[in-house]
């Protein structure tokens, strides 16, 4: 931890990849408008530029945002909204806002015990396969909910409650819902909701329907989440008010701060780092880690796609935040 802070982005890769035969780290960027990426495997070394299918975790709920932030345009959400006005909820009951969800701060724990984790973790699952709609409905239902005002506290539970707000507002499934919007309205024909194919293995399982598919199921490749990133800088109308602060949160841990990653806002999913002028998030499921970040004012970006686990030797997020520290470092 000590010599990371002083590690170039090679040297960190390297490392990280170090006598790793199975790594299989994709990177792209986005400089000057135009869009790159390189392979790289073992001890860093750069691969035949083949495009690889990576889970890419948390980095959905920038996908969930973007479908709220849709339904918003078109009258069918309003942000400010306590969740039983789309959830058949207990009456009389305090509940959180659709702003609140969106922002990790609406005192939802990261995730709550359900029977089927048992299963899951002798089986080496996914936590979350098999937690189903109903689950999350009537834990909302049970869960006593205090206070008006919560502090950010990242919430994968949060998201799959979004995930029902979409179903019911658009009488979809999330995942129908998800796969139609990025395919047919962003052009993104390699990314939908896993189902478990792909060059790289070790896919997480999902069943159909499951609830947490909404927090963390998407798989894409580079091409793709090159063009996801491009979209951010143009500003889509789709994500026109999703990098727009809605919270301070000044979560940054202290090893994120000696990493120089800063958590200072939120806005729908996306989180602002002012001081380096980067919107990103990043995401991890068992055996894939990922980072996406740009800088609105210069018009760079870049997208780190790890097929290694999140707590393996140097994870996506900081590799992501040096390279898009010296990419500026030498404009």
Known sequence: MRKLPGLTFAEALEYT????????????????GTASYKVYGENGKELP???????????TKTFTAALI??????GKISIKDTIDCYLTLPAGEYYPTIEELLTHTSGYKGYYFESPMI???????????GIAKDMVLNKIGRLEMKKDRYDYNYSN??????GLVLENVYDTDYTTLLNEFVQNELGLSATQISDQSGDLGNYWDWKPGDAYIAAGAITSDIEDMLHYAQIQLEDDSYFSGCHDSLKSINASTDQYKAMGIFMDEIGMAWIIDNENGIVWHNGGTGDYN?????KPESGEAVIILSNLSPDYRIPATVLGIKLLSEMSDHN
Not at 49 to 59: D, F, K, N, R, V
């Open 290 to 294: 990922c980072y996406l970040g740009f």
């Open 17 to 32: 990849t170090k006598n790793n035969p199975d790594a299989v780290i994709t990177v792209g960027i986005i400089k000057n």
């Open 119 to 129: 299963g899951n973790f002798f089986k080496g699952r996914n936590d979350f396969f």
């Open 157 to 162: 539970f949060g998201y799959a409650v979004l």
């Open 49 to 59: 530029p083949e495009l690889h299918t990576y889970e890419i975790g948390s980095l």
């Open 69 to 74: 932030n849709k339904a918003i345009g078109e």
